[in-house]
């Protein structure tokens, strides 16, 4: 099962969105989430590299938890099938600030496609420059 994890380390808060709720029970999501919340903030402030966030953040025993789409309205995965996609989905959005409402299994499906011909053209980049520049030594 595929959940999007977002981290805002200037609030010290993670956030959550799982599209098809259904596979966990709260109960052993928290389980699965606790070590997360409670190892995140330790180990930012032992590693030294976070020293810019504020001391309260740093100082939190545990960081606080959004999601599991009690706070964030989600569209969900009527299949049941592709929270991978849902997954990146979610990422795409949270990267382009678009809003997630028009996220749906059609859409989802749609971009199931451009992701794998994005994987593909770039997998096959250099086997196709490979081949041009063959070509292009035995037109000369």
């Known amino acids: 099962h595929f959940l999007t994890v977002e981290i805002l380390l200037y609030e010290g808060k ?5 599209c098809n709720l259904p596979v966990f029970s709260e109960k052993m999501f928290l389980t ?15 590693s ?7 001391a309260e953040v740093l100082a939190k025993e545990s ?8 706070n964030i309205q989600l569209p969900k995965n009527t299949t049941g099938a592709a929270c991978g996609p849902y997954s990146l989905a ?6 382009t600030g678009t809003q997630m409402t028009g996220v749906c299994d059609t ?8 992701w794998a011909y ?6 096959l980049e250099p086997v196709y420059k490979k081949e041009h520049v063959q070509r292009q030594r035995r037109t000369r």
């Open 48 to 54: 030294k590299l976070m020293d810019h966030l504020p």
């Open 107 to 114: 859409i989802v499906g749609k971009m199931q496609w451009v």
């Open 63 to 70: 960081w606080d938890f959004e999601g599991r789409n009690k």
């Open 32 to 46: 699965h989430m606790q070590p997360l919340l409670k190892l995140l903030p330790k180990l930012l402030t032992q």
């Open 90 to 95: 979610y990422i795409e959005c949270l990267l």
């Open 118 to 123: 994005g994987v593909l053209t770039k997998w």
């Open 14 to 18: 993670i956030k959550v969105y799982d």
